[in-house]
T-cell receptor, first 111, second 116 residues
């Protein structure tokens, strides 16, 4: 079983829509979780960190369900500039070190 | 502050040749990581340096891959001899040691390697 599994996507939504991505992880010892954003042919960049039950930053909300080993990312009022690939990322256990990436979910926001 | 830089941005080589990728981490970042994304797959960890020491090299695919970080500054990743399946994008990342934000790894733009 993969360490991190994501919605396959792609998601194509109009501007202003609300869209949610899901992610499951296999290591129950994981303490922190991340959503990275990757634009086409660019490097991944940290979007949000989740250390407890959830985190909110403007239009973006990340939620964590430890019992189900499930993480979600909600984007409200989608903008054209939100078009990118969103990567669910889980560090190895509780130690600083390797990151496990999901395959990513591609989002296209159309006008 | 300069970000993580990688050189070259693209490399096209023939099977059997040697290629060396370079990564310059953010100044002061002791932790340096190499990752790789093969087409159609997720980004996968290769190895982790803390200063000049290899902390975790369990992700290295085989002994054709050699990573070094002499002096604890920049790092190189050499592939010798290259095989077709080595094609992909090689990312380097660095992070700051021992702070609350220590998990944030800052990624470089990647080196796109094509082996023909």
């Amino acid at each position: 079983r993969k360490e991190v599994e994501q919605d396959p996507g792609p998601f194509n939504v109009p501007e202003g829509a609300t869209v949610a991505f899901n992610c499951t992880y296999s290591n129950s010892a994981s303490q922190s979780f991340f959503w990275y954003r990757q634009d086409c042919r660019k490097e991944p960049k940290l979007l949000m960190s989740v250390y407890s039950s959830g985190n909110e930053d403007g239009r973006f909300t990340a939620q964590l369900n430890r019992a189900s080993q499930y993480i979600s990312l909600l984007i409200r009022d989608s903008k054209l500039s939100d078009s990118a690939t969103y990567l669910c990322v889980v560090p190895r256990g509780s130690t600083l070190g390797r990151l496990y990436f999901g395959r990513g979910t591609q989002l296209t926001v159309w006008p | 502050e300069a970000g993580v830089t990688q050189f070259p941005s693209h490399s096209v080589i023939e099977k059997g040749q040697t290629v060396t990728l370079r990564c310059d981490p953010i100044s002061g970042h002791d932790n340096l990581y190499w990752y790789r994304r093969v087409m159609g797959k997720e980004i996968k960890f290769l190895l982790h340096f803390v200063k000049e020491s290899k902390q975790d090299e369990s992700g290295m695919p085989n002994n054709r891959f050699l990573a070094e970080r002499t002096g604890g500054t920049y790092s190189t990743l050499k592939v010798q001899p290259a095989e077709l399946e080595d094609s992909g994008v090689y990312f380097c990342a660095s992070s700051h040691p021992g702070t609350s934000g220590a998990y944030e790894q800052y990624f470089g733009p990647g080196t796109r390697l094509t082996v023909t």
